[in-house]
């Protein structure tokens, strides 16, 4: 399960990434080579880079790739260093589910109300990696807690990317 987790993090954001910019290098070729513009390119691509940026942010928190700001923490002694850990992660923790509760209802007006894009796609549709990433970055913050409360977790410049997962 860690596994399938992982790979679709990983893929899934890089593959929305590649078809977003491939749809914005069509965008170009077609209206500075071919002079043929076209408008409906920018608001795809623009969903598809959103998607994985999203996707991608649970896979960067996994590895523990976020910015974090180190000068204060680095000279508190460890065990005041976990309280910290453990803080700061049930405050993010916090953020992330407001983003799935809060990215819910708006999926759940756009899909009651029949809002549309100019390209009439769906909001629901492009609204729905709010409640998506939020339940990914949910879980993942889950498990920085558990691993902060059991002295596991590397915040350290040097520790990215060796936090262990669940």
Known sequence: MKRILKDFEDWTSGILLVIGMIILLYGLIMRYVLELPTTWQDEVARIFMVWGVFI????????????QVELLYNVLPKPVQRYVDVFANLVTLCFFIFLFVSGGKLVIDKWETGQESLNHIP???IYLIMPLAGLLLVFRCVERV?????????????????????
């Open 56 to 67: 991608g942010a649970a896979a960067t928190l996994r590895e523990n790739n976020h910015i």
């Open 146 to 166: 558990i691993h902060a409360v059991q002295g596991k977790l590397d915040s350290s410049a040097e520790g990215h990317g060796n936090t262990p997962s669940l």
């Open 123 to 125: 909001l629901w549709i």
